[in-house]
């Protein structure tokens, strides 16, 4: 049974960073395109980044660029979202999410999907 599980998530002060993870199970995190998305209150989902199991190229979203990097640990099964510099419109419920095919940050053409890990920046 193909399954995510995310972590890593929390209360953090603007400025502040976190870690989150995103650990695999019933399959190979290098067969997929894994990626990161987030959803705010009354917002539609949206990726933030992605990484390629093919070749592990990576992608990010505009507004994420320079301060999220994405990352993998195959022997771990597992891939990171490092986020710094952490902003209060960075507050959502961060999903990770599995495609087989398609290299991409379109939530649509994700098959599998964690539960979510809560980000909430605040002072």
């Known amino acids: 049974q193909l399954q995510l599980v995310e972590s890593g998530g929390g209360l953090v002060q603007p400025g502040g960073s976190l870690r989150l993870s995103c650990a695999a199970s019933?399959?190979?995190?290098?067969?997929?395109?894994i990626g990161w998305f987030r959803q705010a209150p009354g917002k539609e989902r949206e990726g933030v980044s992605c990484i390629s199991g093919e070749d592990g190229r990576t992608y990010y979203a505009d507004s994420v660029k320079g301060r999220f990097t994405i990352s993998r640990d195959s022997a771990k099964n597992t891939v990171y979202l490092q986020i710094d510099s952490l902003k209060p419109e960075d507050t959502a419920v961060y999903y990770c999410a599995a495609e087989r095919y398609r290299f991409t940050l379109s939530p649509y053409e994700y098959d599998y999907w964690g539960q979510g890990t809560q980000v909430t920046v605040s002072s």
């Open positions: 019933g399959f190979t995190l290098n067969d997929y395109t």
